[in-house]
């Protein structure tokens, strides 16, 4: 059993029956990717996190993003220190391998906007002066459907830096009993045993990175992308961003599945969770009752799918 395979299991010790949404969260994090968890409180994403930060034994800092949290609260601020006669800077809880931005999209788009350089490039910069964030580093973010009490959207430039988009939903009947007898017992995260260290993560995702992807798949790819911008269904289509996103995860998700290379299935796994968050329907298409899960199901069947030697 390999190190990969240590941290799920460790992580179904608290996660009942979302083996695929832990996969898909640890392909994003080998991919140097951002996630972001929508769904109705009280479904464990909370918990599906603080799980994963046990098991791979990152430092891992949370915040609630409630509307009266400012940019200088997460990134941090410059103090005057008397001691030394001199200003400091005071870290941020932005500051770690694991940051968990819970309920998101409570907070005022100000806030929100203090996490793009964060996410896109690793590093925040507070009065003019630039620090490096700790590597490994992903954002895992938490936000409540739109429309709850207290929501407002996610602008769409910081939508676009999460790598995927997933959604938890209900247990089922017997995973949600099956909740009910660990919980009665003890605290799950109590028992995750760390498996996994940020050196090994680093060196993982080095691994992915050597993944092979034939010329065919990434044309596949771009003809994807390019399908989605001019849909008559889709406003607005997806952005270069997303063709890099969607190749990093490819090749994730092929190197957990044992494979040094990428196979069009492995496209087919992960492009709802790449596309949903980025696309903007049409107001016809809105008014039509047409989900944007249909749309890059039709877009899906109009790309040729390539044949690859293997």
Known sequence: MNELELVINEVKKAVVGKDEHIKKILACILARGHVLLEDIPGVGKTNLTLALSKA?????????????????????FIIYNQKTNDFEYKEGPIMCNLFLADEINRTSPKTQSALLEVMEEGRTTVDGITY?????????????PYGSAGTQ??????LDRFMVRLTMGYPSLEDEIEILKRKSQENP?????????????????????????DDKIYDYIVRIIHKTRDHELIQQGASPRTSISLLKMVKAIAYM??????????????????????????????????????????????????????
């Open 56 to 76: 791979l034994s990152l430092d891992f800092h949370r915040m609630q993003f409630t509307s009266d949290v400012l940019p200088g609260d997460v990134t941090g």
């Open 257 to 310: 599945d044992h494979r040094n290379y990428v196979i069009p299935d492995d496209i087919k796994k992960v492009i709802y969770d790449v596309l949903s968050h980025r696309l903007i329907l049409t107001y016809d298409a809105k008014v039509k009752g047409v989900v944007i899960q249909d749309v890059i199901k039709s877009i899906l069947k109009e790309v040729k799918e390539p044949k690859i030697k293997i």
């Open 189 to 213: 995260l109590d028992i995750i045993r760390p498996v996994c260290k940020p050196q090994d993560i680093i060196e993982l995702q080095k691994q992915v990175d050597q993944v092979y992807v």
């Open 132 to 144: 490096q964030l700790p590597q490994p580093f992903t954002v895992l973010a938490t936000q409540n």
């Open 153 to 158: 959207l996610l602008p769409d430039s910081q």
